[in-house]
């Protein structure tokens, strides 16, 4: 392809790291999806979050000019997922880390509550207050070598992605216990039915769950294999992870991330 076409995939996301006390160990509880495709449910396991809207449509297309959508749903939402020349890519990042670490940009979405909430929600049919958790900025990510998408509404477009990354500690005892027991109450072939009974009642074909884990068995799982083995398809418990999970593991090495 031409460096001329909007052939690469841009996705910048917040990725936030929950964590909450239990037993008096750490716990990380990652989001747990199903979805169905081709009639065939397909679960992983993944940190909560989602893509960063951009607020200021044209401050980018005052920097780069031509630009795209990746699709109407991103379009209508304001997601940063766009495509673009891959020669503006660097320009694109520059724009992405100026405005991410900017508290109330007028540019770009910041902060991780708005995915946070809406996920929640959707896991565990509650609404997370203020009250219930805090958060902080703990870094960001770039993958900056492209791969192939598996999103649905861009399969296999070859997409750069920037994570801004948070950890939310979550406070309420209760809301602890939910995210506890949601994890335990669908396995992850339960979860893919539920997808699937999704479907068949007019839906996306999607189910959603939690994953909780022991945050030091997730960083030792991670740490005890080489570099190179770790970017893929992996599977904890049976439990298959995607591999921006290893984005809010700073403590890990990962070619494939440049963290700053």
Not at 18 to 31: I, K, N, R, W
Not at 48 to 56: D, I, K, S, T
């Given at each position: 392809?031409?460096?001329?076409?909007?052939?690469?995939?841009?996705?910048?996301?917040?990725?936030?790291?929950?964590?909450?006390?239990?037993?008096?160990?750490?716990?990380?509880?990652?989001?747990?999806?199903?979805?169905?495709?081709?009639?065939?449910?397909?679960?992983?396991?993944?940190?909560?979050?989602?893509?960063?809207?951009?607020?200021?449509?044209?401050?980018?297309?005052?920097?780069?000019?031509?630009?795209?959508?990746?699709s109407d749903r991103s379009r209508a939402e304001q997601d940063f997922?766009?495509?673009?020349?891959?020669?503006?890519?660097?320009?694109?990042?520059?724009?992405?880390?100026?405005?991410?670490?900017?508290?109330?940009?007028?540019?770009l979405e910041t902060d991780p509550e708005r995915e946070l909430i809406?996920?929640?929600?959707?896991?565990?049919?509650?609404?997370?207050?203020?009250?219930?958790?805090?958060?902080?900025?703990?870094?960001?990510?770039?993958?900056?070598?492209?791969?192939?998408?598996?999103?649905?509404?861009?399969q296999g477009v070859p997409t750069v992605r920037l994570y801004s990354?948070?950890?939310?500690?979550?406070?309420?005892?209760?809301?602890?216990?939910?995210?506890?027991?949601?994890?335990?109450?669908?396995?992850?072939?339960?979860?893919?039915?539920?997808?699937?009974?999704?479907?068949?009642?007019?839906?996306?074909?999607?189910?959603?769950?939690?994953?909780?884990?022991?945050?030091?068995?997730?960083?030792?799982?991670?740490?005890?294999?080489?570099?190179?083995?770790?970017?893929?398809?992996?599977?904890?418990?049976?439990?298959?992870?995607?591999?921006?999970?290893?984005?809010?593991?700073?403590?890990?090495?990962?070619?494939?991330?440049?963290?700053?």
């Open positions: 392809m031409s460096g001329d076409e909007l052939s690469l995939r841009v996705s910048v996301a917040t990725l936030a790291r929950v964590v909450f006390p239990h037993d008096g160990a750490t716990m990380l509880a990652l989001e747990r999806k199903a979805t169905l495709r081709n009639d065939t449910a397909y679960v992983v396991a993944q940190p909560f979050g989602g893509a960063v809207r951009l607020l200021n449509v044209a401050a980018l297309h005052d920097l780069i000019g031509a630009f795209r959508f990746d997922r766009i495509l673009i020349r891959p020669a503006d890519w660097s320009r694109v990042k520059a724009f992405c880390l100026h405005h991410l670490r900017r508290a109330d940009d007028p540019a809406e996920e929640l929600a959707e896991c565990l049919q509650v609404t997370l207050k203020p009250t219930q958790f805090t958060y902080r900025s703990i870094g960001i990510a770039i993958e900056d070598t492209p791969t192939p998408t598996d999103n649905i509404y861009s990354i948070f950890e939310v500690m979550i406070t309420d005892t209760a809301l602890c216990l939910a995210l506890l027991n949601a994890s335990e109450r669908h396995t992850d072939a339960a979860l893919g039915t539920l997808a699937v009974n999704n479907a068949q009642s007019g839906g996306r074909g999607r189910a959603n769950s939690v994953l909780t884990i022991p945050l030091d068995s997730m960083t030792t799982f991670y740490r005890i294999m080489s570099p190179d083995q770790r970017y893929g398809a992996v599977n904890l418990d049976g439990h298959p992870l995607d591999p921006s999970v290893l984005a809010i593991l700073d403590s890990i090495d990962v070619p494939q991330l440049q963290r700053l």
